[in-house]
């Protein structure tokens, strides 16, 4: 089997992580990592430090000239997502991004066009539905376990944002970070994987005075194809704790996702007790469904239209117009 020669552009939280990924790998002939970019010049000059096989750049069109890459990992801010991911398309390599697809609905709109056009595995980094947790929530909701569904609640709340963990010059700004952003798209993209389309938004989001900073309040109500509920609150700057759940409301009982891994039901009129998960139904990391779909095997990979679909929806939270839109696709 042919090695896949990767190469990873940016080397913040997620591009380290996805970085020992591709080690482990490594392992097993899959890949290999043969270069990196970052325009960060201490955090270049690190990395290359302790890992002198790598090709480390500062340019990524540099990068790709000078290397024949058959994948590409791109962990940069949103709005450097387009013009990378339209290069490396144009240039026919396989793409793997993060989350969110695009900084807007017309840049994820030309880059899902061009990914089906180029003719490669287009990949991005949807990580919640691989999780056993989610695997087990959804399998509850496919046995009607609670019933059918009445409602849906989706709580983010955040002491502090960004979180101690995310200190960087754009995760907190109103262009392209907030915990809309950040967080609710993993969530509007789960939903939508387990439960079906989401086709109606109406939100208000309320922003500091300072025209830079991101939100600090969201309330809206967006609604599935068949007309369930989903309430969405969530607010940042508070005294608390974090708390990022999910609460699915049945005519016959209730589940809870809360702080993202922890399961729980009950029937009507009960408390909620813990619900055992299976940690082996894990499918993660999403990277070697990746690899296994550019070498032609069964694979579970999220493609550039799951996340244009999520974007619709993101867009729509993040620019309320005063009224419900209908989100067309």
């Known amino acids: 089997m042919t090695r896949l020669k990767m190469a990873v ?6 591009g380290l992580h996805m970085i020992q990924q591709a080690k482990q790998a490594e392992l097993n002939g899959s890949i290999k990592l043969v270069a990196v970019c970052e325009a960060h010049e201490e955090s270049l000059r690190n990395f290359a430090e302790s890992h002198a096989e790598i090709s480390a750049y500062s340019d990524y069109m540099q990068l790709l000239d000078e290397h024949e890459i058959d994948l590409l990992y791109i962990a940069v801010p949103p709005k450097f997502h387009y013009p990378v991911v339209m290069e490396a398309l144009k240039r026919k390599i396989h793409v793997f991004c993060e989350k969110p697809l695009a900084n ?4 994820a709109r030309e880059m899902l066009k061009a990914a089906e056009q180029a003719r ?3 990949a991005i980094h949807f990580s919640m539905p691989h999780e056993p947790s ?3 929530l959804q399998e509850l909701v496919e046995q009607r ?7 849906i609640e989706l709580i983010l709340q955040f ?9 960087n010059s754009w995760i907190s700004s109103r262009e392209q970070g907030g915990f809309i952003l950040e967080v609710g798209i993993h969530w509007i993209h789960m939903i939508q994987h387990v439960f079906g389309p989401i086709t109606e938004v109406s939100s208000e989001v309320q922003y500091p005075d300072n025209a830079e900073e991101c939100e600090h309040e969201v309330q809206a109500v967006m609604k599935l194809e068949d007309g369930t509920r989903i309430q969405l609150n969530g607010i940042a700057h ?4 974090e708390r990022v759940s999910m609460v699915v409301y049945g005519t016959e009982g209730t589940i809870a996702l809360e702080n993202w891994e922890e399961l729980m039901m009950g029937p009507v009129g009960q408390p909620l007790a813990t619900v055992e998960v299976d940690e082996s139904m894990g499918e993660l990391p999403v990277l070697k469904h990746v690899i296994a779909r550019i070498q032609g095997q069964p694979a579970k990979i999220y493609d550039f239209n799951d996340g244009y679909r ?8 993040r620019n309320p117009e005063g009224n419900t839109i209908q989100i067309s696709r």
């Open 104 to 107: 807007s609905t017309e840049e």
């Open 134 to 136: 989610v695997l087990k």
């Open 159 to 167: 002491p502090q944002w960004p979180r101690a963990w995310q200190q």
């Open 238 to 241: 508070f005294a608390g704790k």
């Open 120 to 122: 490669v595995v287009h």
């Open 310 to 317: 999520a974007q619709l929806v993101l867009e729509a939270l």
């Open 9 to 14: 552009i940016g080397l913040g939280k997620m």
């Open 145 to 151: 376990s609670i019933g059918v569904i009445r409602k």
